[in-house]
């Protein structure tokens, strides 16, 4: 690797990486070399726009000395084949979540890893952005006392009516819990922990949808997973949270994500956000009072994560979006699918550490002081 910058090689190049592409381009230190796509016109038309040297196939960008580090930004079947052979080659890789579809794959990875001494990293990045920061940092300062519960509600009616190219989220490794669900546990886990067992009950409520979207309105999708699911998770530390993700709701006023505490109640952001609001209300007060976010990454920050993680490969330090957290997520949200077909709790085997909170006083662009 050469030592003052990071070589990142881009592999999926549709509608999620232009922003990847824009905020990559605002680190020092971290360089976008090469692109990559299936389809190669996609390919090039980014290497156009944000002026990347190289579009070329697959296996050239794995193959290149220049890149350290794969940004596997393809759809979920494909997350893990990306992602094993970029770690074949030798290479770090970091993906969009979930980190792979089976189980069995995302251990594969960390392990085939692990022995390579390549590093695996996953979205989402978001509970590296302000608002979570700012609720982590008031969290761990005992702003609400020992946590006790948690709720998480989100709550939809799909994708199919604005994303041009749908169908994915009704395949295996789509649905609302896996593409929703880690936003959600991400940001739980961050804040309190590892989980320990898990219950929950699944429904797939409507058996095709139909695309709301151009180019392919009036196309019907199949539907092969559940599209309503809801959960109870017990965390290691003791706290309990209530998830409940929906691709089948047309209107709700419920929150997003709340943490009870023994001292009073924080409402979070959206997980699937950077920014605000937060809120705060201790026990005994008449009402919520803002807390100001002020911390970096506020905005669309999708990107926060990879750079993170070259910059600690750079740094020699652990990065904060590790496989690990991922590979916890995706074994809870099988477990949440097993405990609903099975009718009983399901014990969690995987664990991992809460990922090290950003320090505070950092400006936009940095993420070490
Ligand atoms: N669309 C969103 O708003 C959004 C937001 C956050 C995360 N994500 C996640 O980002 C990922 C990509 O989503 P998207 O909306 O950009 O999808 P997309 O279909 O627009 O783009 C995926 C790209 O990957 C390419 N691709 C697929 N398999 C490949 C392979 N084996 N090798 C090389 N290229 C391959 C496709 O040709 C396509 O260009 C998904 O995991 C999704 O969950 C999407």
Redesign the pocket.
């Known amino acids: 690797m050469a030592a003052e910058r990071v070589g990142i090689g881009l ?7 232009e922003i990847y592409l824009k905020n990559l381009a605002t680190y020092d230190g971290v360089e976008v070399v090469a692109c ?4 190669p016109e ?1 390919a090039r038309a980014r290497a156009e726009q944000f002026g990347i040297a190289k579009a070329v196939p ?1 296996p050239e960008l794995l193959a290149d000395p220049a890149v350290d580090l794969v940004l596997n ?4 079947v ?2 893990a ?2 992602a094993l052979a970029a770690v074949a080659a030798g290479k770090s890789v970091y993906g ?2 979930p980190l792979t579809i089976a189980r069995e794959d995302g251990r594969r990875l960390l392990d085939e890893a692990g022995a390579r001494g390549v590093r695996v990293g996953s ?1 989402p990045d978001t509970f590296l952005g302000a608002g979570l920061q700012t609720c982590r940092a008031l969290l761990d300062g005992g702003a609400i006392g020992e946590p006790v519960a948690a709720t998480a509600f989100m709550l939809g009616h799909g994708p199919e009516g604005w ?3 749908p169908a ?1 989220y009704y395949q295996v490794g789509g649905g609302p819990l896996f ?1 929703m669900g880690p936003y959600y546990l991400t940001a739980l886990v961050s804040m309190l922990g590892p989980v320990r067992r898990v219950t929950g009950s699944a429904r797939a409520s409507f058996p095709e949808r139909t695309i709301g979207s151009q180019p392919k309105a009036g196309e019907k999708i199949p539907v092969e997973v559940a599209t309503h699911v809801a959960a109870v998770l017990d965390f290691a530390g003791g706290t309990v949270a209530t998830l409940v993700t929906s691709f089948d709701v047309w209107a709700s006023e419920a929150p997003k994500l709340e943490l009870y505490g023994a001292a009073g109640s924080m409402s979070l952001p959206d997980p699937n956000t950077f920014g605000g609001p937060v809120r705060l209300r201790s026990a005994g007060e008449e009402g919520w009072t803002d807390v100001p976010v002020t911390r970096p990454y506020a905005a669309n920050s ?1 990107g926060v994560g990879p750079a993170d993680m070259a910059i600690a490969l750079r740094a020699g330090r652990p990065h904060r979006a590790s496989g690990e957290l991922a590979f916890h997520v995706l074994d809870v949200m099988h477990a949440i699918e097993e405990a609903s077909a099975s009718g009983r709790h399901v014990e969690i085997t995987s664990t991992c550490e809460r990922p090290a909170p950003l320090p505070a006083g950092l400006a936009e662009g940095e993420l070490d002081r």
Not at 11 to 17: D, H, P, T
Not at 36 to 39: K, L, P, R, V, W
Not at 73 to 76: E, F, H, N, Y
């Open positions: 592999v999926g190049c549709g509608f999620i990486s990559a796509d299936a389809m996609r697959v930004l393809t759809i979920p494909a997350h084949e990306v969009e979540k979205a994303h041009p190219d994915f593409d999708r």
